[in-house]
Every structure is written in C-alpha cells, then in structure tokens.
C-alpha cells in the first residue's frame, strides 16, 4: 500500500520558535564602522611605530625638504675647529631667553651636560657663576667675559639663543614646541668655529571617535600641559641632537 505524502505547509506552526531575521540595511552600515575602525586603528600602530630619525643638514638647505617624520638638525663646522680642537668651553646664558622664565636655566644646564661628551673641560653655569662671584665680573658684558675666560684658562665659549618656545592647547589635544640655535665662539679672534640650531615638538592626545574616546584624549592632554618636566624633556632632547653634531675631541 502505497502511502501518500501531504504537501508541507510553509505556515510555521505556534510551538516552532520565531526566526530572527536581519535587516539588509543595517548590516552594511554596521561593517562599514567596523572596517573604518579597523583602518584608523592600524594606520595609527603603523604611524606610530615608525620612530622619526634625526637627519643632519647643512644650514642653508631647506628643511621643508627633508621627508616626513625627519627630526632635522642644521649644523656648520668651520674649517678652523678642525685646525685647533677647543680644549675648554665656556657655557654662557642663553640670549633671547627672558620671556621664557626658566628656560633659559634649564636650556644652559642641559647644554652643559651635554658637551661635556665632545669637550675635554666644560665650565658649568655652577661653575661660571661661582668664579664670576669671586673675581666680580658681570658676564653680561662681552669685555668680562673674556676675563673671566682668560681666568678660568678657556679659549672657547658656548652660546645659546632661544629661538621661540610655544604651546597648544585645544581640549584633546596639546603640543609643545621648542628651537634653540648653539654656537662655539673662539675667544682669540671672534670666529664661530661650530654652529647648530634645531626645533623639536612633542605632543599628546587626538582626534577622538567616541565620547568616551573624548574624555581620555582630554585627560591626556590636560596632563600634558600641566606636567612641568616635559619642556624640560624636550630641551634635553634638543641639546643632545645639536651635540650629536659636533666633532669629538675627547682624546680615546
């Protein structure tokens, strides 16, 4: 006996539970954000672990030139260094530096530090100051400062001039920016036989996706700008890529 099968209903019955079904509309959309989250976070780690290199050019070239992420440090070293290495540096204070507050202090004691990897004896402002006490001398006249030079047994001093010093602030986002311009003088004739000049910036926070995203971005760039030690960090920067381009005349 043959058994006759019934047609099957495409009505569901009330016991079989409901089919979500997704809209069409929403889903493109929602991949859309997804993949656009996606692209922004990975061009953000390869940004981000691309470190910029320091790029040594003479003065004069164009910076503007140079590729993107460069730290670009101008320099000239006059013939005459190479004829007679400095065997003591006087570190003066900087010019141009009385707008800034204490920078010029920190500017004139990093530079110090620094030079002390490329010159054999380096007079400290502690110690400039110390001896300008002792004999008298005001350093802020060029006639004493060959004095005080000629007293503590220096044939080169150190300049410094700040170039600017600016800060950014807008709510999620803060940056700094410091230049400096270093320059070796011989004493005997006037003659800068070294000069560098360098700007550097730093900078915290973004571009936020989300409110929550917002609030940490303007947390971190609150901290940013409140933090004292970071024109001090930054200058510490600057001084060592100028140093970097100067001539060792440690003896090994």
């Not at 981000?48 to 670009?72: D, H, K, L, W, Y």
């Not at 600017?164 to 920016?177: K, N, V």
């Amino acid at each position: 006996m043959i058994e006759r099968k019934g047609r099957q209903s495409n009505v569901p019955s009330y016991d079989q539970a409901p089919r979500v079904v997704t809209s069409p509309f929403r889903q493109p959309a929602r991949r859309r954000w997804w993949r656009c989250a996606a692209w922004f976070l990975l061009t953000a780690l390869a940004v981000s672990s691309c470190a910029p290199n320091t790029q040594f050019v003479p003065i004069g070239e164009s910076a503007s030139a140079s590729p993107i992420g460069r730290r670009v440090v101008e320099y000239e070293i006059d013939p005459a260094f190479y004829a007679t290495f400095p065997e003591c540096v006087l570190v003066l204070p900087p010019s141009g530096g009385a707008k800034f507050g204490t920078l010029p202090t920190v500017v004139e004691l990093a530079f110090s530090r620094q030079l002390t990897s490329k010159i054999p004896r380096v007079i400290d402002p502690t110690q400039r100051d110390r001896a300008a006490r002792r004999l008298g001398i005001d350093i802020s006249q060029p006639q004493e400062i060959e004095a005080l030079a000629e007293e503590l047994d220096c044939d080169t001093v150190a300049l410094t001039t700040l170039l600017g010093a600016e800060s950014t602030y807008l709510l999620t986002w803060a940056s700094i920016q410091i230049g400096l311009d270093s320059r070796l003088m011989r004493i005997s004739d006037r003659r800068v036989i070294w000069r560098a000049r360098h700007v550097s910036a730093r900078s915290e926070g973004g571009l936020p996706l989300s409110p929550l995203g917002a609030i940490w971005d303007s947390v971190r760039s609150s901290r940013f700008v409140e933090d004292p030690d970071v024109p001090n960090s930054v200058i510490e920067d600057i001084t060592r890529r100028l140093v970097a381009s100067l001539p060792n005349t440690l003896k090994p």
